[in-house]
């Protein structure tokens, strides 16, 4: 069996087990890209994760500073005629989607891929986006993938049909199939070898006018249809001899497979390894030889949706069992018994229910993980937001009347039990620009907006500059811990460790602010209780845009390669979790914090990174 870190073998050996990111990341040095890019969001983060981990990796890696920027620099390279892969999850697309249309209208020279992953049932946070009305609405070709075999294959040859059709290709997984794992048999690892160039032609690079960008839409819509002519293998076709047939995209093939080994059936099957645009033709032909079709896709009923379009051109009526009318949901993501559901409508009784004993199902909750939704122990955060508190107090307010505004990252989390700061939650940046919104609306009371440091590199920027310019009177706390940790501790450019083997340039915080105009400006380490509370007071009585900045590192990072210390408990001096008032366990949630037998606080040393915020709280000095 192979290591999974070992992808980068020149010549490979031997199956290695993949996961899907891991067999993408793999492709694309079999590929010869020559830079891979992105934003870190899960799923699609391990891709770039993956080839960081590499000694000496054949081609350029980089985080770039938010999805828009990230498509713009593989861009440049593509135009160059060198090979480029970039990636984000769903939401970050909508972050590059104004450079990605025009670029798609473009083209490309070198391979361009971009890799996008969805999230059905939301695992990861943000909105249940389907990508693929991306592809459609941009008129660009999408790949769906179903195995991490597929994976790997798929984004090497996405590569290829970037250059065969000139034009950016699409890949798109989810989440399942971006975690899922499997022996995948490699390629060679290679480098292309080019000069780049780029030529002046103002018709085809910029949007020199109606005449122009009208021909490079005629040109991307005769992309694609040569697109469909190069990939009719990708779309297999087994009739069967069947009258009951199945059209699945994605990780639903798998599912099928696993249902029809399950339930002993042969149903006419169409997988549709090609997303956008959909096989007519193939289409037209699979559906004519049926009575019932099964139609099986995670999220939006876009395949659904084409097939009963073309129900009116078979010459007997076909049964569409799906979303639209039929058992599978619109929402969440599929399973075995998922699909199940759809083949019994179409099967009746010889598909039965699974019979999972309930005794077993029982026994499944007892063993499920009760997961607290909180900071980590130690977190720099709870002090922030522990602080913001007091500070409130302080001036006099209920925490019902001043609004919070939330961002993406780990900040959103003080929107949870006990602190239920954070009000509201959009998208990368959005805080600053809504809390300006609630005071056009009127609000007299203060309204403060959260931001991580990562998030405003990505997308907080433009909005404080706004602020500031329009004398708007709120508060900003940057949460500064020097890592985008949510995602797994990548870099951004405020972090003071050079990338990839790289020396960069550390952006100051301060001076980005300052330079926005913002006079009344504060850096504070949250764990200095006092200072933090005086500094938040401060600033939410001033007025004008006022920032307060919680400089204190991700305890994760900060406790890596440090001897391990933590606090302990008096236990004479607690009087208990429940006749103190106020308990540090109700008050900060820390999972360092626990309750023992006799109903005394007690701190795990394992978990504790000492960083002293409930000797702070306790109101007893136990600790």
Known sequence: MGNPNSIAEIEPREPLLMSGNQAIARAALEAGASLVTGYPGTPST?????????????????WAINEKVAFELATGVSWAGLRSLVTMKMSGLNVAADSFLSVQYSGARGGL??????????YYGMVEQDSRHYARMAAAPMLAPATPQEALDFTRRAFELS???????????????????EMVIPGKVRSIQREPSFQFNIAKYSKAGPAAC?????????????????????????????????????????????????????????????AYPLPIATLRTFLSGLDTVIVLEELEPLVEERVRALQGEIGHPIRVIGKMEGPLCLTGDYSVETVASALREAYGRQIPALDVPEDLIDQAQTLKVKRLNTFCAGCPHRATYYALDQALSR?????????????????????????????????????ISLAQGFKYAGFKTPVIATIGDGTFFHAGIPALINASHHKTNLTVIILDNHWASMTGMQPHPGTERPSAGE????????????????????RVNPYQTGKMVEALTEAISSSGVSVVISDAECSIQRM???KKVSLKVDAEKCVGVDACVPSCIKVLACPALERDPAGKAVIDPNACTACGLCHHACPLGAI
Not at 46 to 62: F, M, Q, S, W
Not at 163 to 181: F, H, Y
Not at 503 to 522: K, W
């Open 214 to 274: 009208v021909e490079q839409h005629e040109e991307a819509l005769a992309a694609l249809e040569k697109f469909t002519s190069l990939t009719g293998d990708l779309n297999p076709m087994a009739l069967n001899g069947a009258r009951i047939g199945v059209i699945a995209t994605g990780v639903a093939w798998g599912y099928l497979q696993e249902a029809m080994q399950l339930y002993e059936i042969h149903p006419a099957t169409l997988k549709l390894g090609v």
């Open 560 to 562: 890596r390669g440090r």
């Open 113 to 122: 891929v971009l890799y996008v992953a969805d999230d059905p049932n939301v």
């Open 46 to 62: 391990y891709v770039i994760e993956t080839l960081l981990k590499l000694p000496d990796p054949p081609c350029r890696v980089e």
């Open 395 to 431: 001036l006099g307010y209920r925490k019902d009347e001043v609004i919070v505004t939330g961002d993406i990252g780990c900040t959103i989390l003080g929107m949870n039990e006990p602190f239920r700061s954070c009000w509201t939650e959009i998208s990368m940046g959005s805080s």
């Open 503 to 522: 020396e960069t340039q550390v952006m100051s915080l301060e001076e980005i602010v300052r330079a926005s105009g913002v006079s009344h400006l504060l």
């Open 163 to 181: 250059e065969e059709i000139g034009r950016p290709v699409m890949l798109r997984s989810t989440t399942t199939l971006a975690n899922t794992s």
